[in-house]
Structure formats: structure tokens, C-alpha cells
């Protein structure tokens, strides 16, 4: 995607993040400049322990650098008090993990309505696991679900309230090929169709080739930053 041409919705500047335990210090960031671009998708990879979850966790207000800033939307997160960070989360940024959280008791519906209930302008549950091709599973419960399913209602879980950006920490990380490729697939059309910038991590370098950009961290630092002149489709992808 031509960077001249797109909004930066995030700048990290010298973001560092150093977590004290006893008299050990962890450096979990060191120095990261980095920008995400409006209707990017961007894959993070890197070993663990490079930074990845630790760079998500403060672009999606879970966490706060100890040093450097963290700039969203030409706004400086630093200057958010806890009421605007509570904004932040719920109304701009969908998060999706490598375990799915769903209530066991509520349907694939049900789930995704909890969101829809509180969001500002949400879309209506149904519309959500349409998008990640699982109108058919409405009233379905996690049981009674694949893996991926239930991944793919957690993706229309974090989507349904139209977020700015959506966050997915090791999304395929519990899943084989077949329902992995599921996933990212549902996570490619939400991309294209809603134009949400999306950040995935993961330790899989074989979907870096889906991305627009892929930024590979290595013990806290920005190692590299490559551009794919062309990127796969993920049912293209085979790992």
C-alpha cells in the first residue's frame, strides 16, 4: 500500500517497555519508531519473546510503554485519562486471541451480541458472522463448534462494533492448516471489505505473504520492515 497516500493511524516513537519483577528487568521493547497505515494489514512476526504481544498490548491500550510515544490518530495516548482509555478499547480497537473466550452458554449469535449491545454504531450480529462465513452456525453453541468456527466468532465478535483497527495475537496459533487458512481467510475479507487496519501476529512466516507490510521484531527491536509488491490470498497459503 503507497505510503504517500494513506492515513497513519498509529506512530510509535522510541517506545520502550521495561517490566520490573524483584530486581530482574525484563526489556520487553527497546526504542521502536514504527507507523500503521489506514486499511493496512500488517503482519508482526518474530521469535517468542521478541516484543510482538508486547507492542499489540500498548497500541490497543493494554499496556503502557515505560518510555517513548504512542500517537493514535494525531492524538498522543499518553495524554488518555482511564474514561478515554475505556473509550479507546471499546469503541476503536477489536482484539482477537489465540484462545477464543467465548461464553460457553450463549450461542455463536449471542456471543457476538454482547459487543453489539454496548457498541456505539454496531452491526447487527448476524450481518458479523455473515461477513466470517458463518450465517449458517447462528444458533450454535462453542461445543458444538470447530476450532476455527469458534475463532471465526470470535473475529465477528471484535468486528461487530465497526473498529478502527482490529488486533489479533497468534490468531491461527491453535489451529491446523485447513481451519487456520478458515480464519485468516475471515480475517482477509473483514480487511478488504471493511477496510479495518489489521495487525496479526504471529510466528508463522508463511502468512507474512497476505500482508501489505510485514515488520519482523527481534528482541525488542524492529529488525526489519519489508513491503509484498503482490500478497497471497490465504487459501493460497500452505504451511
Known sequence: MPKEA?????????VTKVYHMGEVSVHALRGVDTQFFEGEFVVLLGRSGSGKSTLLNILGGLDLPSEGEVIYRDRHMADFDENELTRYRRDHVGFVFQFYNLIPSLTARENVALVTEIARDPMK?????????????LDHFPSQMSGGEQQRV??????????????????????????????????QSVNREL????????????ISDMAHRVITLSDGRIESVHTNDTRRLANELNW
Not at 450481518?127 to 452456525?137: Q, Y
Not at 496459533?173 to 481467510?185: M, S, Y
Not at 477496510?195 to 508463511?206: D, R, Y
Open 154 to 187: 470470535a473475529i465477528a465478535r471484535a468486528i461487530a462494533k465497526r473498529p478502527d483497527v482490529l488486533l489479533c495475537d497468534e490468531p491461527t496459533g491453535a489451529l491446523d492448516l485447513n481451519t487456520g487458512v478458515k480464519v485468516l481467510e475471515a480475517l
Open 195 to 206: 477496510g479495518t487496519t489489521t495487525a496479526v501476529i504471529t510466528h508463522n512466516a508463511i
Open 125 to 137: 450480529p448476524e450481518e458479523a458472522l455473515e461477513l466470517v462465513d458463518l450465517g449458517n452456525r
Open 6 to 14: 494513506a492515513t497513519i493511524v498509529f506512530e510509535t516513537k522510541k
